[in-house]
Nanobody, 119 residues
């Protein structure tokens, strides 16, 4: 069973920075896209940023210019560098990994890590 272990969440003041990491293990097949989603109380889960195996990135408009997604393929790890954090960024952040094997794609989610930005 694929395992995703997230780390790096916490409490930070308005304008601060955090770096999230998500390491995947027990991988079968190859990793396609890796990314981060977030869910605030009372809101739907939304895409924050993702990155393909080719290095193409995609960001939500609300985080462009502040967040940077990257990956280390040798470590099967995806990162999210979050700068200039705002209270509106407060949410549980989930990593998502898309695997590809024999023509099929499989999505796996991390357990979530809390990010709280105080004003």
């Amino acid at each position: 069973q694929v395992q995703l272990v997230e780390s790096g969440g916490g409490l930070v003041q308005d304008g601060g920075s955090l770096r999230l990491s998500c390491a995947a293990s027990k991988i079968f097949g190859s990793i396609n896209a890796m990314g981060w989603y977030r869910q605030a109380p009372g809101r739907q889960r939304e895409l924050v940023a993702d990155i393909t195996d080719g290095g193409n990135t995609n960001y939500a408009d609300s985080v462009k210019g502040r967040f940077t997604v990257s990956r280390d393929n040798a470590k099967n790890t995806v990162y999210l560098q979050m700068n200039s954090l705002q209270p509106e960024d407060t949410a549980v952040y989930y990593c998502k990994v898309q695997l590809r094997r024999l023509g099929y794609q499989y999505d796996y989610w991390g357990q979530g890590t809390q990010v709280t930005v105080s004003s």
